[in-house]
């Protein structure tokens, strides 16, 4: 049976080994573990993850308790990192990098290159864990920054398992997430699932927005087509245990200290903060924008308080040292400022707070203050509303953490204006009970039905929806363990025909035409390879006949350029193969000049019959926007002319509609039987060529679109190397 694989960077249960060597698993309640419980109940489920003990504290025999306890009763498998990796990727990439970058802190990121190394380390350690456990039906599902680079490296060795990865911070707009070094391998490992899933619909044109102009991937109705996979890329935003919190009040829990804690606030409102201790939550900012109120609102002094709560977070990164110390000097400063006697404005606490405690205090204040600076969702602004069975209560959100895309409800805020703070406050403070309960009701509704739960269901679902439905071609990655099979085929066969594309199969593709000039390698290796009697070499190129004359001359090899117009056989003239007309230039040429004008950085190429309108340098998404204008207009132009109009990489070409690659290799299939017959291509051109070759050829797509070749390969370089072997 298939097997669910749930890959997180901490498993869902706590470990710790007693002096005797003893022992003691715990199970964590809240966060990931809560929401992926009804997963992971599957009894053929499998989750992987760091063991939360660095390897050097444990010996074989524990790690052995470890393993057997954790894989018998909880179904787990843990990874084990020594603390040299646990302080270069966690405290270090995942956390001094990644996590204020995503977060919207450029000047709290570092850069060293011996985090990234820590990184790419732990993702492999991950995956040798996943790959000796895993088989081609199992699902997969990644979650989070940490594990990034995961899902590609899983695709690579397993092309058909289904995966899912889903982050749980905000993605960064294109601007923000281009600062990051290595930002192609990190889009390049998260392109590696099946079902991508962020937060919200703005995390996901972010993602769009970054694969499009970094790595040249366009998107359509949500997916992204990357050789021969569709990439579904969509929302889903987290719930909570809904049953759990709204139930709290019924808890027979004895809570003290919260009862102390909200006795001594009798007879005054009560705001309440609760955060981790981090710098992306704005505390200090919503400290300063409460006192700002009370100076705006003296009435108001002596009869509310703000209770901040602070969980410890991340005390090993210096940027939490200094931020706990900010708060409690900010603390300080405003209770002395404006604090009274028998009445402290501000209460701070930097500790966690049990479940029962913290519901105790959801239920007992009046307004909820949770303004971040930035937030992938927030679950906090969930929990106390579901704690409200009364439905009393008003909710201050920040516009900039995710949970407010779905709660239009509350009280939203610029989490950086301290006057818009202050006001919601004094609104929250002064809302009608029936206005509050009127907003609250909406509110229960939506979190009773998108809870924790149906948000795993749902994703779970989408992703084996999704991929049973995923047609996949017969293209497969060639691998160079697989080049020596070719080889030897091309070795065995006594006539053989090599069929080529040039730019960007033979050679990379380039900003400007001019500076794909073939390496001596290259032209050493053709060379080569067509001096060889039983082998015939034909490039089969959209270049003008100039180029590959200038380039191929001296070589014994057969050119066809302007995709068949020009036909040059080894070592003999030019001529051209097909009588055209070019009289319709006059007409095009015009409209592609404008749109030239209209968009820096693009030009024309003119060919003996046809114009190409090249845009790779120019800006992605105004790129995208004059793309179609001039596709549409040129329609309107072709509809009655006997021209085509040709979609290729980072082109858009009008030309002969008898001007076609696979015309010519027609033409060179015919001359002879051919006992070997191998043909390559990047563009949609190629696949002209494609479709003409017989049974048995051997067809190869340089990099990731889709295809009807045989096999695909990355790039241009896996190419020349599977030439070598030849």
């Not at 249960?13 to 002096?19: E, P």
């Not at 500790?351 to 303004?371: C, H, I, K, N, P």
């Not at 927030?378 to 009393?392: G, H, P, T």
């Not at 302007?562 to 409209?591: F, M, S, Y």
Request: net charge negative; with cysteine; aromatic share 10%.
């Amino acid at each position: 049976m298939a097997r669910t694989i749930i890959i997180s960077n901490r498993l869902p249960v706590s470990i710790a080994v007693a002096s005797d060597d003893q022992i003691k698993i715990s199970e964590n309640i809240g966060g990931l573990a809560t929401g992926l419980k009804s997963v992971h109940a599957e009894e053929n489920s499998l989750w992987i993850g760091w063991s939360g003990i660095e390897a050097e504290q444990l010996t074989p025999t524990n790690k052995k308790k470890i393993d057997a306890a954790l894989r018998k009763k909880y179904r787990c498998l843990p990874v084990y990192l020594t603390q040299e990796q646990v302080d270069n990727f966690y405290y270090g990439y995942c956390n001094k990098t990644i996590w204020p970058l995503f977060h919207y802190f450029p000047n709290m990121t570092t850069w060293e290159h011996d985090h990234w190394t820590a990184y790419s380390e732990v993702n492999q350690i991950f995956y040798d864990a996943v790959a000796d456990q895993l088989a081609e039906d199992d699902i997969i599902w990644v979650h989070d920054y940490q594990l990034m680079l995961l899902p590609a490296m899983i695709r690579a060795s397993h092309p058909r398992v289904r995966i899912g990865f889903f982050l749980h911070i905000p993605f960064p707009s294109y601007e923000m997430f281009r600062l990051l070094p290595r930002r192609e391998e990190i889009l390049s490992g998260i392109l590696g699932a099946d079902l991508i899933g962020f937060h919200t619909y703005d995390y996901v044109r972010h993602f769009f927005s970054s694969a499009r102009r970094l790595l040249g991937y366009e998107n359509e109705f949500g997916k992204i087509q990357l050789g021969n996979r569709l990439i579904k890329v969509d929302a889903f935003p987290m719930g909570i245990d809904y049953e759990r919190y709204n139930q709290s009040g019924e808890v027979d829990a004895i809570c003290e200290g919260t009862a102390k804690l909200l006795a001594e606030t009798s007879g005054r409102q009560v705001v309440l903060s609760v955060d981790r201790l981090d710098y992306t939550k704005g505390i200090p900012e919503r400290i300063r924008a409460f006192a700002h109120f009370l100076e705006l609102n003296p009435n108001y002094q002596g009869k509310v308080n703000l209770i901040v709560i602070a969980a410890p977070s991340r005390t090993q990164v210096d940027a939490y040292s200094d931020l706990k110390r900010e708060v409690e000097e900010l603390v300080s400063e405003v209770n002395g400022r404006l604090g009274q006697i028998g009445w402290m404005p501000v209460w701070f606490f930097y500790q966690s707070f049990a479940f029962a405690e913290l519901a105790s205090l959801y239920r007992g204040s009046d307004v909820m203050l949770v303004t971040p600076l930035r937030d992938g969702m927030n679950l906090v602004v969930k929990e106390y509303i579901a704690c409200r069975k009364d439905y009393r209560g008003v909710v201050i959100l920040s516009e900039t953490a995710g949970a407010s895309s779905e709660l239009s409800e509350t009280l939203s805020v610029n989490p950086n204006d301290m006057n818009a703070i202050a006001a919601a406050i004094k609104e929250a403070l002064e809302m009608p009970v029936e206005q509050q309960i009127r907003r609250n009701k909406i509110l229960h509704n939506r979190l009773k039905r998108y809870t924790v739960k149906y948000w795993a269901d749902d994703f779970m679902h989408k992703l084996q929806e999704y991929t049973c439905q995923m047609p996949y071609s017969k293209v497969t990655l060639l691998k160079p363990a697989d080049y020596g099979k070719i080889a030897d085929r091309y070795q065995r066969a006594k006539r053989r025909l090599l069929i080529f594309d040039y730019d960007g199969t033979l050679a990379p593709l380039c900003p400007l035409p001019e500076q794909a000039k073939p390496t001596p390698e290259l032209l050493k290796l053709l060379n080569k390879l067509a001096n060889d009697p039983q082998t015939t070499v034909l490039i089969c190129s959209g270049r003008k006949k100039a180029d590959l004359d200038g380039w191929f001359a001296k070589l014994p090899i057969d050119l066809s350029a302007e995709h068949g117009i020009w036909v040059r056989p080894a070592n003999g003239e030019w001529h051209q193969h097909l009588a055209l007309n070019d009289g319709w230039k006059a007409q095009i040429r015009p409209v592609m000049e404008s749109y030239v004008d209209r968009t820096p950085k693009s030009f024309i190429e003119e060919k003996t019959m046809g114009l190409a309108w090249h845009y790779r340098l120019c800006e992605p998404d105004q790129a995208h926007v004059r793309l179609n204008e001039l596709r549409d207009t040129l329609m309107e132009y072709i509809q009655n002319e006997k021209l085509s109009l040709l979609d290729g990489s980072k082109v858009l070409e009008v030309r002969d509609l008898n001007a076609s690659k696979g015309n010519i290799v027609s033409m060179w299939l015919q001359r002879e039987s051919w006992d070997f017959v191998l043909c390559a291509g990047d563009d949609v051109t190629d696949e002209e060529m494609f479709a003409v070759l017989p049974d048995g050829s051997c067809s190869i797509k340089v990099g990731a679109d889709a295809s009807i070749a045989d096999y695909h390969v990355k790039e241009s370089a896996a190419m020349l190397e599977l030439l070598a072997r030849f």
